[in-house]
């Protein structure tokens, strides 16, 4: 086995572990993601995403849409995406992920995928009803390796199950085993999140996105409570 190889899987095995014993630790979490970006079959999910017909227009253009700030997606309708979106984020804790990192030297266009995934992971929450919690994280890994094939969310599948069953379920939280058929069912029905134009539909019912998608229905068998905005 090359050095180099052992000394990655070495530091892949340290991540999974934390992860395993805390699920929450963001620390490892993303340095997990990170590693795994630098793997072959990350590549190739790259090069399926460039090639997706959906996909390849927003990569060509570097799409980047108006993105409004709290207050003034907050003022929208409170069934619109932007107000539900706004009302999640603060649920949250309002802080934004970080930027991936990525290797020296990336492409112009994966820098463009990796960076649309991350900055647009909290409102794919939203669309497909999932609360900022452990469990709903486990559902959003579970789309993302559906449709981005992301070998990094499949090893945080991995350390969620094994929490899962090293700890037993959560007490009060939907059952990460739920959560994550869930999410794989609704990463294979649903129109690819990536190709997505959000910025263009703020003010859109969020009835009416997952409608367009095709997760309707699925969203509304969702284990997890359903996402509705507050009533102003």
Do not use: K
Request: glycine letters at 8%; a negative charge.
């Amino acid at each position: 086995m090359r050095s180099s190889l052992r000394r990655q899987l070495l530091h892949l095995a340290t991540d999974l572990s934390a992860l395993t014993a805390n699920p929450d630790d963001l620390g490892h979490g993303f340095d997990l993601l990170t590693r795994s970006y630098a793997t072959p079959v990350a590549d190739a999910a790259r090069a399926a995403l460039r090639h997706d017909p959906a996909i390849a227009p927003l990569i060509a253009e570097r799409y980047w849409g108006p993105w409004p700030g709290q207050v003034e997606l907050l003022a929208l309708p409170t069934e619109s995406l932007g107000h539900a979106y706004a009302s999640w984020f603060a649920q949250a804790g309002g802080q934004p992920l970080p930027d991936p990192e990525l290797q020296a030297g990336s492409e112009v266009d994966d820098i463009w995928l990796h960076q649309r995934v991350r900055h647009t992971h909290d409102l794919w929450h939203v669309v497909c009803g999932c609360p900022p919690t452990a469990a709903g994280e486990a559902a959003m890994s579970a789309v993302n390796v559906m449709q981005l094939r992301w070998p990094g969310s499949a090893m945080l599948l991995g350390a969620d199950l094994l929490h899962r069953c090293l700890e037993g379920p959560a007490s009060g939280e939907v059952d990460v085993g739920q959560a994550v058929a869930y999410g794989l069912e609704l990463g294979r029905v649903c129109a690819p999140l990536l190709a997505q134009r959000w910025e263009e539909g703020w003010a859109r019912p969020l009835a009416q996105w997952r409608q367009q998608l095709g997760i309707a229905a699925l969203v509304e068998r969702s284990p997890f409570r359903e996402i509705t905005p507050p009533r102003a």
